[in-house]
């Protein structure tokens, strides 16, 4: 199993330009998350998703869209890129609900909006 | 505001010693805390998780202790090395567990010198 693999894992963008993050997970999980760590700062939550086609945001919402149209793919989406969004992009995935709290993270997408 | 705090200060240890890292909370009883490890430039890694009725948990050289009086837990390493050397994180669920979304704290730096 490859677990949660993001791609692409660097990206320097223009402001005003968009792009979408990768997330896929090969380990049959209903709940995937995005976060951004900022340096020095713990991961805040963008959105999240409990099964495919349901989305809902996090702490962070602002500027990011996403889907789920399947289970194992959770993009994350950024329209109009702003400096604001220069950080590192986690995704996560968990088995969910009382059965494994345990989240799975990918390597991170470094994002640099310039 | 419900927070979860870390010592943001790095922790320095000589090899071979127990490194003891703190993660606070206030304002909420978390029912759950998790543990993760982070390396440079990589996603984090779970640990450990532990639950408000048990006081202590460990796995290999790792021990992990649940204070609800103190509203603190406590990340030990014992007979540590330097490949321990990393970013740790606590985390605390966030809302319902069954929607499995996190709240981390900004995560304690050790530095295992040999």
């Known amino acids: 199993n490859a677990g949660v693999t993001q791609t692409p894992k660097f990206r320097i963008l223009k402001i005003g330009q968009s792009m979408t993050l990768q997330c896929a997970q090969d380990m049959n999980h ?3 998350y995005w976060y951004r760590q900022d340096p020095g700062m713990g991961l805040k939550l963008i959105y999240y998703s409990v099964g495919a086609g349901i989305t809902d945001k996090g702490e962070v919402p602002n500027g990011y869209n996403v889907s789920r149209s399947t289970t194992e793919d959770f993009p994350l989406r950024l329209e109009l890129a702003a400096p604001s969004q220069t950080s590192v992009y986690f995704c996560a995935s968990t088995l969910g609900g009382q059965i494994s709290l345990e989240a799975f993270f990918g390597q991170g997408t470094r994002l640099t909006v310039v | 505001s419900q927070k979860i705090e ?6 320095n240890i ?4 127990t490194a003891t890292l703190t993660c606070n909370y206030t304002n909420y009883s978390p029912a759950y805390l998790q543990w993760y490890r982070q390396d ?4 984090p890694v779970f640990l450990l998780l ?3 009725n048990e006081k202590e948990k460990r796995k290999e050289r ?3 202790t649940f ?3 103190l509203k603190q837990s406590l990340f030990h390493i014992t007979a540590s090395q330097p490949a321990d050397s990393a970013t740790y994180l606590c985390a ?3 809302g319902s567990s069954n929607t499995g979304k996190l709240i981390f704290g900004q995560g304690t730096t050790l530095q295992v010198k040999p």
């Open chain 2, 67 to 69: 204070d609800t009086t």
């Open chain 1, 30 to 32: 209903n709940y995937m």
């Open chain 2, 14 to 17: 000589q090899e071979g010693k």
């Open chain 2, 62 to 64: 790792l021990k992990v």
């Open chain 2, 6 to 11: 870390q010592n943001s200060e790095a922790l």
């Open chain 2, 92 to 94: 605390r669920i966030n």
């Open chain 2, 50 to 52: 532990i639950r408000e």
């Open chain 2, 40 to 43: 440079p430039g990589r996603g």
